[in-house]
């Protein structure tokens, strides 16, 4: 029976040591072995084997981690306090500087960067830190990668969550843009208006412009329509003394034609405009005839003068 216990005690033994003696280390994690305070070396991933109550393991997250700036505030340039917080992304390139170059190294990062960003965000205005937050992004990454790096860890990326500045300033701000947006609103409705009274002037210019061309066409075309009759009435009048006179001087005249000119000159003696004639002899004996007509012609006329005459009282 004592054989059998003392079996048992051993088995028991081997459980605990075996149980000890294995570690398992996860994918995203390395193992630093330290053999009675002293590093050793450095485990993969997967299951070790160490020696219990003589080395030991300190397992460190390499994946990339977020550290939280708390808000803080910041003395800009032109002597504004603004309040200012970021975070701060990193991951662990050198597992054993991590852990034996730096007591804490969450602190630590946290306080640099609150340092630094009081730094940068000190080198500038405060429109310029308002605006510029890509610049303030890279360079305080920049400054903390180069003072983490002999801590075996990389910042890969900082961003700034917000800029607050004072609350007059805020609202100082406020009016600034409001007053900016009326002005812009303001600019665009003078604009507007200046463009359509534009249009407008256009508009009746042209309209002006079209009444002044069709009255001119209009002026125009009456000018030549009485052109044309006058060229026309003179064409006619400069044939008819041309045939005239062609008839005259070609030969003797015909009593037609001696009677066509004595007839015409009878119009113009009753308008007025003639009192004379002159014809050659040879139409005589058509003057008898024409005269016998002059003189019943006239008496015609003075007979429906007397008739249109009112009576005189005795």
């Known amino acids: 029976m004592e054989g059998l216990g003392v079996l048992m005690i051993l088995a028991v033994l081997v459980v605990i040591f075996a149980a000890l003696s294995l570690r398992i280390i996860q994918p995203y994690e390395k193992g630093l072995v330290e053999r009675l305070g002293r590093y050793v070396k450095t485990l993969d991933s997967g299951l070790n084997i160490i020696i219990p109550f003589v080395e030991a393991i300190r397992k460190v997250d390499m994946r990339e981690r977020v550290i939280?700036?708390?808000?803080q505030e910041v003395i800009t340039k032109d002597n504004v306090i603004v309040t200012v917080d970021a975070v701060v992304y990193f991951e662990v390139t050198d597992p054993t500087r991590v852990v034996y170059q730096v007591e804490n190294f969450l602190m630590a990062a946290t306080k640099l960067a609150q340092t630094n960003l009081r730094n940068v965000i000190g080198?500038?205005?405060?429109?310029?830190?308002?605006?510029s937050r890509e610049k303030i992004n890279v360079q305080l990454r920049e400054v903390l990668d180069d003072a983490t790096d002999k801590w075996g860890v990389r910042v890969t990326r900082v961003e700034i969550?917000?800029?607050?500045?004072?609350?007059?300033?805020?609202?100082?701000?406020?009016?600034?843009?409001?007053?900016?947006?009326?002005?812009r609103a303001n600019i665009l409705d003078a604009e507007g208006f200046r463009q359509a009274e534009i249009e407008k002037a256009e508009g009746e210019k042209r309209a002006?412009?079209?009444?002044?061309?069709?009255?001119?066409?209009?002026?125009?075309?009456?000018?030549?329509?009485q052109k044309y009759e006058k060229l026309t009435l003179a064409q006619g009048e400069a044939e008819a003394?041309?045939?005239?006179?062609?008839?005259?001087?070609?030969?003797?005249?015909?009593?037609?034609?001696?009677?066509?000119?004595?007839?015409?000159?009878?119009?113009?003696?009753?308008?007025?405009?003639?009192?004379?004639?002159?014809?050659?002899?040879?139409?005589?004996?058509?003057?008898?005839?024409?005269?016998?007509m002059a003189e019943l012609l006239k008496t015609q006329q003075e007979a429906a003068v007397a008739e249109k005459a009112p009576t005189q009282p005795k």
Request: glycine content about 8%; hydrophobic content about 40%.
């Open 68 to 71: 939280d700036v708390p808000p």
């Open 123 to 131: 080198d500038m205005e405060l429109d310029e830190s308002l605006t």
């Open 161 to 183: 969550q917000k800029v607050d500045p004072p609350r007059d300033i805020n609202e100082a701000m406020s009016r600034q843009m409001k007053a900016e947006r009326t002005k």
């Open 208 to 225: 002006v412009v079209l009444a002044a061309e069709g009255k001119a066409e209009a002026i125009r075309q009456v000018a030549d329509a």
């Open 241 to 292: 003394i041309a045939t005239v006179y062609n008839a005259i001087h070609a030969g003797k005249p015909t009593n037609d034609l001696i009677a066509i000119k004595y007839l015409e000159t009878l119009g113009q003696m009753a308008d007025g405009k003639a009192t004379k004639i002159f014809l050659p002899l040879e139409a005589s004996g058509v003057l008898g005839t024409l005269g016998g």
